[in-house]
Every structure is written in structure tokens, then in C-alpha cells.
């Protein structure tokens, strides 16, 4: 038989890692701790670092680990199976690993391992990863080979640009990506010989982001912007060199790569789309939806159980609703006040200035307010940016980034400014809470620096849980006196109806075979949302079953806790302490959080 120390090292043989030795002593296990302790950090710390090889544009963007940052991904079929193998490796060493010599956090994070590891495995019977197009943008740690096309041309904003080794860096991805191209279009290839195609009518906005990324300058590509950020103290001559060096690569490389992409999409691909709305009627489309309810919510929830709490929770919000319509002395019905909100122009935004200056204003107060609710708060910073306009145009109002591993920027809270007259203010106080604090930026930050932890926990996301905290701290705010303003509660009620509805219309396209037009019909009936805005939320769902169910299913098992510690504690219940201790564990599955709390 094998033995642990022998199977260990033949996994980080296979996976090629002779450089795990180099890595920091805490995820090497330099201090040596009991053997099992030791093993489990060295697979944990080879399967992370193998992670970030396999996903340097991530690596980069998400978690700001510069390893790999001359690299690409390789999108194709062939690599996609050896990583598979590299998992199934790391699976083994860690089932033969006795957990018993494990403190009580390596246990945790064997399991959670497991669990990642596991899902990874059984998703790939799906061929998701052969539908690498997506028109929307997927979250921070979710580590995939979707989008591509947008992830690469974000690397002007964030690539190093702090030496000539990075600037070096740059150009040989710029000058890699034909091959990345090419690989996308092998890919795409195979999808279609096993008919594993995104749905037809999300892919018109994919032909519409390549178009726009293949500019005929390059000046007007996002990548252009790495040459704004070459460093200050180098010369003007210096500087022109680097920037014409810069302009070269995209305009021979970079943009003649997304015009091919863009023709081979509209003229082949699209052809070859499925026109469909769900995974409804797919062969394996009902077996598909259920792993990926299990996998986004981490609950043994069903389909039909989760359109039904949809359902509940949306009657519940609705009441509120009305409370406000009522309280704002609006005398039609809640359908009337909705569309009366939606087009009210004292509602809107006026510029781009007033909605970066609200956001970041509503961020600070926040910041003053924390220590109210939280016993603990990290020292990240965090930061209220545009999103780039190529981006904007198929990005959502918010997007929360995580600060960079080697602290060479922080969490940015991404806006979106595009149209900005037809911006609501309303949404604002909300949307900062959930993307930036006491939401994601708080809950991350939480998790990167908490000493001892293995790298792949600090950063990696569980939707459920990250989601759900994010919501939760939607409505957190209210009860420390931050929400003043009704139309400003009617905002978070809107936002939480939109949760709400997102049960409902995940499982109405995939599992109850919903046209797109009946999922519009629903969000327009239920939130405020603006018309474009609603359909961009459909055809995320379309593209990304199950993502979308996290969101309430986390926050309501977050508010049960919250419920049972109170009712235990009565009148000693320290809201403070159990915020710290529910963010302590980091990002978990709500299967294990609920036993987590009850220590």
C-alpha cells in the first residue's frame, strides 16, 4: 500500500511543483508541526499554487499572486482533462490522509477541500467548460475558464506595472494571446461536435464585447491603460518606448485576435447555438441543474423547494413595500409605484461624479459606523472605481474586487457609471453595503488576513456563504439608524426583491421551462428595475444556472443562526461577537457553517 508521505510526493511530482518548497513557511509546513499537519499544508499549498498556475489571468486580477504572470490560460480540452488528473491526484493524497492528527482548522479545511475538489470533478460530466463564453463577468474566486475574452483585457488595469521585468510581463501576454485565441476557438469547435453550446440568445452581447475589444486603435483598447501607469520616475524617453512597445502589441497581436474571434462567433458559432432559455429538455439538463443547485447553495435544496421559498419570501418583501408606498403617500397600487420609481428623473443620478462621490460618501459613513457591529475590522483598504466602459456595458450596477495577495492594491468596490442619468440614487446605500462594506470587502478582508490560514481559504468563495453575508448586511445598516431616507429602505426592499426573484426565475428557466420573456415579465411585476437592466439580470441567469440562487438561500440561513444565538443567549446576545465569530471560519459551504456556530 502507499503510504501518505510517498503518495504526497508522487502528487507534487505529477502536478509538477518542484518550487513548493519555496513556498512561505506557513503554507510549506517549515515549522514542523506533526507529520499529518505538515502533509495536509503541502497538498493543500501544491493544489493552490497548481490552481493559480492553471488560472494565471485570475491569479492575477482575483488574487494578485504574480507567480504566473507571464502566462495565459490554456481554454483547451487537453489541458482541461490534465487538470482534471492533477485534481483526481490531490483527491487521493488527501483521502489517505488520516484527519486524526489534524488540529481542529486542517480538519475544517481537509474537508472543504474535499468538497471543492469533489464538485470540480463531478461538474466536468457537464462540458461546461466547453461553453468558455459567457456575456457577463464571473465572480472573483470562482476559478474557471469562462470569460476569457473580458478577464484578458482587464490586465491593463491590473498587471504590475511597477519595473521592466513586469513591463515584460505584459508584452509576452500580449503577444501570447493569438494563441489564446486560437485555443478559445478549438474549444468552441468541440462544444459544438458534442452539442455543448451557450444558449443563442445570450450570444449576440458576446459578439458585441470582441467587436468593441477589437478597436481598430489601440489607444481605445482597455489594455491601452497599462501605458498610463508605467512608472512615474522613468524617463520621457523611457516612457515613449515602453508605450510604442505597448501600441505594437495590441495592434498586432491583440486586436486582429479579437476580430477573429468576433467573425468566427457571429458567423459559426452563433449558427450553432442552442435556442433555448434553460437546462430544461437538455439530455442531462434536469441531472445538470441539480448538481449546480447543490453546488451554488451548498443544501440539499430541490429545485421545486427553492422556487417555492422564492415564492414566500417574495409575498414578504412585497409587504414592505407597500409600507413604504403607503408612507410616501403614493395612492396607486404597488405595480403603479413601482414603475412610478422606476422613471421618477428626481430618482436618477445626474452625472458620473455624483454616483462615484454618493458611493464613496455612503462607504465612509460606513466605515465610521463599523465598530457598532463588529469587534473585529481588517486593515485593507478599499477603493470606489468606475468600471472601464467596455465592461460597463454588460457589468452589473456593482462588482466587488479582492485586494491583491502581495498588497500591491486593495479591494476595489467597481461602479457602474455608464448612461448615468438613468442611475437610480435610490439603490445606492444598498449596493454599497453589499459589494464593498460591511459586504464583501469586510467579509474578504476578514479572511486574507487571519493568521495561520491555508492561502486556497483565504481567498476562495463559497456563493452561498459570501452572497448570503453580502445580502444580509443590505438590511445591517437599518439598525444602527443608516437608513433615514424611505425611498432609500424602498431600495434595499427592491434589491431584496430582486433576490427573491431570482429564486423563482433560475428555477422557472432551468428546472420549470420558462421562456425569457416570462422570466422579464416577473422581475418587471415584483422590482423597480430599469427594462435593460432586468433583461442583463435574465440572461445571467440563462448563462449561469444556479449562481443566482446563492444570494437569498445563504442570507436566510444567516439570519436562522442569528435567530437561534439570540433565542440561546436572551438578553446576553453580543451582536459584535457573533458577527467575528461568523466570519472567523472564512468562506465555508452552509452545510458545515451551521455545526461551525454551534461550538
Not at 468538497?115 to 460530466?125: K, V
Not at 506595472?161 to 505584459?170: K, P, S, V
Not at 461577537?577 to 471560519?585: E, G, M, R, T
Request: charged share 25%; net charge negative.
Amino acid at each position: 500500500m502507499t503510504t501518505v508521505r510517498s503518495k504526497l510526493a508522487g502528487t507534487a511530482t505529477a502536478l509538477g511543483l518542484a518550487w513548493l518548497l519555496s513556498l512561505p513557511a506557513e503554507t510549506a509546513g517549515a515549522d514542523a508541526p506533526a507529520e499529518a499537519g505538515r502533509h495536509f499544508r503541502e497538498v493543500a499549498a501544491t493544489y493552490w499554487a497548481d490552481l493559480l498556475r492553471t488560472h494565471p489571468i485570475e491569479a492575477t486580477i482575483f488574487v494578485g499572486d504574480q507567480r504566473f504572470r507571464d502566462r495565459l490560460d490554456d481554454p483547451s480540452p487537453e489541458a482541461f482533462q490534465a487538470w482534471l488528473d492533477r485534481l483526481d491526484s490531490a483527491r487521493e493524497a488527501l483521502a489517505e490522509l488520516d484527519p486524526q492528527g489534524l488540529s481542529a482548522a486542517e480538519k475544517l479545511d481537509r474537508e472543504i477541500l474535499l468538497e471543492i475538489i469533489e464538485h470540480r470533478l463531478q461538474a466536468a460530466r457537464f462540458g461546461d467548460h466547453l461553453v468558455p463564453f459567457a456575456p457577463i463577468v464571473r465572480y472573483a474566486s470562482d476559478l474557471h475558464f469562462a470569460d476569457l475574452h473580458m478577464l484578458f483585457s482587464q490586465l491593463g488595469e491590473f498587471q504590475p506595472a511597477f519595473t521592466r521585468g513586469d513591463l515584460e510581463d505584459f508584452l509576452a501576454r500580449l503577444d501570447a494571446f493569438p494563441t489564446l485565441a486560437d485555443r478559445l476557438i478549438a474549444t468552441l469547435r468541440q462544444g459544438m461536435a458534442e452539442g455543448r453550446t451557450a444558449p443563442r440568445v445570450v450570444m449576440p452581447k458576446v459578439v458585441a464585447q470582441l467587436r468593441s475589444l477589437a478597436a481598430p486603435k489601440a489607444e481605445d483598447s482597455p489594455l491601452w491603460a497599462y501605458a498610463g501607469r508605467l512608472p512615474a520616475d522613468w524617463t520621457d524617453t523611457d516612457r515613449a518606448a515602453a508605450s510604442a512597445r505597448i501600441k505594437s502589441a495590441i495592434e498586432k497581436s491583440v486586436i486582429p485576435s479579437y476580430a477573429r474571434l468576433a467573425d468566427f462567433v457571429e458567423r459559426t458559432y452563433l449558427l450553432a447555438c442552442a435556442d433555448r432559455y434553460g437546462l430544461k429538455g437538455l439530455p442531462d439538463g434536469a441531472a445538470h441543474y441539480a448538481f449546480l443547485v447543490r453546488d451554488y447553495t451548498t443544501t440539499d435544496l430541490t429545485p421545486d423547494e427553492i422556487h417555492a421559498l422564492g415564492l414566500a419570501e417574495m409575498a414578504k418583501t412585497r409587504a414592505g413595500m407597500e409600507e413604504i408606498r403607503k408612507q410616501v403617500g403614493f395612492t396607486g397600487d404597488l405595480p403603479a409605484f413601482l414603475a412610478s420609481v422606476r422613471t421618477d428623473p428626481k430618482l436618477k443620478n445626474a452625472s458620473e461624479a455624483t454616483i462615484l462621490d454618493g458611493h464613496r460618501g455612503i462607504v465612509a459613513t460606513m466605515q465610521q459606523n463599523l465598530p457598532k457591529l463588529f469587534g473585529r475590522l481588517p486593515s485593507i483598504p478599499l477603493e470606489v472605481r468606475p468600471f472601464d466602459p467596455v465592461r460597463a456595458k454588460s457589468s452589473p450596477t456593482g462588482e466587488y474586487y479582492p485586494a491583491a495577495a502581495d498588497g500591491s492594491r486593495p479591494g476595489v468596490f467597481f461602479v457602474n457609471t455608464s448612461d448615468p442619468t438613468s442611475r437610480p440614487t435610490y439603490t445606492m446605500q444598498t449596493l454599497a453595503y453589499h459589494e464593498a462594506i460591511p459586504g464583501h470587502h469586510l467579509q474578504g478582508a476578514v479572511a486574507m488576513e487571519a493568521a495561520g490560514r491555508a492561502p486556497f481559504r483565504r481567498y476562495f468563495y463559497f456563493p452561498a456563504f459570501d452572497e448570503g453575508w453580502a445580502l444580509y448586511c443590505e438590511s445591517l445598516p437599518a439598525e444602527i439608524g443608516l437608513y433615514t431616507d424611505p425611498f432609500a429602505v424602498f431600495g434595499r426592499l427592491n434589491y431584496d426583491a430582486l433576490r427573491c426573484a431570482r429564486l423563482v426565475v433560475d428555477t422557472g428557466l432551468h428546472h420549470l421551462g420558462w421562456s425569457r420573456q416570462q422570466a422579464v415579465e416577473y422581475m418587471e411585476q415584483n422590482t423597480s428595475l430599469p427594462r435593460g437592466e432586468i433583461e442583463n439580470e435574465v440572461d445571467r441567469y440563462i448563462a449561469w444556472p444556479g449562481q443566482a440562487l446563492a444570494y437569498k438561500v445563504g442570507e436566510l440561513k444567516i439570519r436562522e443562526l442569528r435567530r437561534r444565538a439570540q433565542e440561546k443567549a436572551g438578553a446576553t446576545f453580543d451582536l459584535r461577537a457573533f458577527h467575528d465569530k461568523l466570519l472567523s471560519f472564512g468562506s465555508v459551504p452552509l452545510r458545515k457553517l451551521e455545526p461551525l456556530m454551534a461550538e
